[in-house]
């Protein structure tokens, strides 16, 4: 069962446009959402995160909104770069920690020059 | 620091072998956590360590899967014995603390397994 869904696998998008990446959770008791980049044979970094308090949090072209009535959140990146294209997680928890962080898995992004 | 670091980076072994990972954490990070990528279950927490203790071990998948962390700068997830199912990407992170909103997670390159 997937508390945390990344239904799109892919998204291909222009250099200097938009990408929004989507994220879809089951469980209403995380109240903590965060995004992590993964290169190529690198590991997740981390980018953004957003606490349930909010519905918006922005960081230069990093943008993470929340729904919650919806349990959505989306990452919001313009412009887009070619250096943007990473594979994009989105994960969930609780702020304390008491419970494990959950991962999506994943949506391959590819910002075309 | 030289972030979390795991080796083998590549490890290609037979089906019945038996796989070790190993992982050193960044140094100070009180909480280390194996994770595996797959594309069917994507990114999933395996288990984690509190000061060398494992506190959550629910996400092993299976008793051929054991992790140790006989130390505070080291950490072994050992497949025993493998199968190709197991074949995907493992990864080590560490962290100050387990509170998401003070504390990231640092992750480590990965391990690429693939089994035969």
């Known amino acids: 069962d997937q508390q945390v869904k990344q239904n799109s696998p892919s998204l291909s998008v222009q250099e200097g446009r938009i990408s929004i990446l989507n994220c879809d959770y089951t469980?209403?008791?995380?109240?903590?959402f965060l995004w992590y980049k993964k290169y190529p044979a690198e590991g997740p970094t981390f980018l953004i995160s957003?606490?349930?308090?909010?519905d918006k949090n922005e960081d230069g072209r990093f943008t993470v909104f929340l729904n919650k009535s919806a349990k959505h959140l989306s990452l919001h990146i313009v412009p887009s770069q070619p250096g943007d294209s990473a594979v994009y997680f989105c994960a969930a928890g609780l702020q304390g920690g008491s419970e494990k962080l959950v991962f999506g898995k994943g949506t391959k992004l590819t910002v075309n020059p | 620091d030289a972030g979390v670091i795991q080796s083998p980076r590549h490890e290609v072994t037979e089906m019945g072998q038996e796989v070790t990972l190993r992982c050193k954490p960044i140094s100070g990070h009180d909480y280390l956590f194996w994770y595996r990528q797959t594309m069917m279950r994507g990114l999933e927490l395996l288990i984690y360590f509190n000061n060398n203790v494992p506190i959550d071990d629910s996400g092993m998948p299976e008793d051929r899967f054991s992790a140790k962390m006989p130390n505070a700068s080291f950490s072994t997830l050992k497949i025993q014995p493998s199968e190709p199912r197991d074949s995907a990407v493992y990864f080590c992170a560490s962290s100050l603390g387990l509170a998401l909103i003070y504390n990231e997670q640092f992750f480590g390159p990965g391990t690429r397994l693939t089994v035969l």
């Open positions: 957003i606490s349930s308090i909010k």
């Open positions: 469980n209403s008791m995380f109240d903590y």
